[in-house]
T-cell receptor, first 113, second 113 residues
Framework: NAGVTQTPKFQVLKTGQSMTLQCAQD?????MYWYRQDPGMGLRLIYY???????DKGEVPNGYNVSRLNKREFSLRLESAAPSQTSVYFC????????????FGQGTRLTVV | RKEVEQDPGPFNVPEGATVAFNCTYS??????FFWYRQDCRKEPKLLMS???SGNEDGRFTAQLNRASQYISLLIRDSKLSDSATYLC??????????????FGKGTKLSVKP
């Protein structure tokens, strides 16, 4: 019953460093998402992937890149971290083509100093 | 701008109270509506879907008013364990698809003994 698994759970980066957040789901979902959550801002969509091989920008894509490695895995990369990217990041997945329930990973708490 | 608006609260209520949360959405083409619950420092989880005719799940009742683009959640006989942030979620259709899920910023509920 793993569902959506994110790694790491916590990370501290220095400004300018790069890192990749990993996400994997075992529910055979086609759609996967990356959100960030900031106090007072709610959940905002960074990137999404409607199916394997496709990715699209969400509301706040600047400073991020994504890779849909296969159907299970969807990674988020910060090429040059900035303090404004300090946030909690959530990966989610859902059935393809439907706005059905999204299942979330446990989140990654990222601090950029 | 994609808009799902909620009263941020906090709502501080005694055990046993009835509390209602409201949400408005700006896209008249939205077809899918949900309430999610998020506990402190945890991932969001689906509480219930919202159907056109309204629906009930135990102490929780959800209502949808398409004409006013308004969703509500009623919690009866509040329990301490209901303390959480409640997120209103709406799909944002595009290109003929169901689109993505857009989250409100959440309403914080605190139930006191």
């Amino acid at each position: 019953n793993a569902g959506v698994t994110q790694t790491p759970k916590f990370q501290v980066l220095k400004t300018g460093q790069s890192m990749t957040l990993q996400c994997a789901q075992d529910m055979n979902h086609n759609s996967m998402y990356w959100y960030r959550q900031d106090p007072g801002m709610g959940l905002r969509l960074i990137y999404y992937s409607a199916s394997e091989g496709t990715t699209d920008k969400g509301e706040v894509p600047n400073g991020y890149n994504v890779s849909r490695l296969n159907k299970r895995e969807f990674s988020l990369r910060l090429e040059s971290a900035a303090p404004s990217q300090t946030s909690v990041y959530f990966c989610a997945s859902s059935e393809s083509g439907k706005a059905t329930e999204a299942f979330f990973g446990q989140g990654t708490r990222l601090t950029v100093v | 701008r994609k808009e799902v608006e909620q009263d941020p609260g906090p709502f501080n209520v005694p055990e046993g109270a009835t509390v209602a949360f409201n949400c408005t959405y700006s896209n008249s083409a939205s077809q899918s509506f949900f309430w999610y619950r998020q506990d402190c420092r945890k991932e969001p989880k689906l509480l219930m879907s919202v159907y056109s005719s309204g629906n009930e799940d135990g102490r929780f009742t959800a209502q949808l008013n398409r004409a006013s683009q308004y969703i509500s959640l009623l919690i009866r006989d509040s329990k301490l364990s209901d303390s959480a942030t409640y997120l209103c979620v709406v799909n944002w259709p595009y290109g003929g698809s169901q689109g993505n899920l857009i989250f409100g910023k959440g309403t914080k509920l605190s139930v006191k003994p």
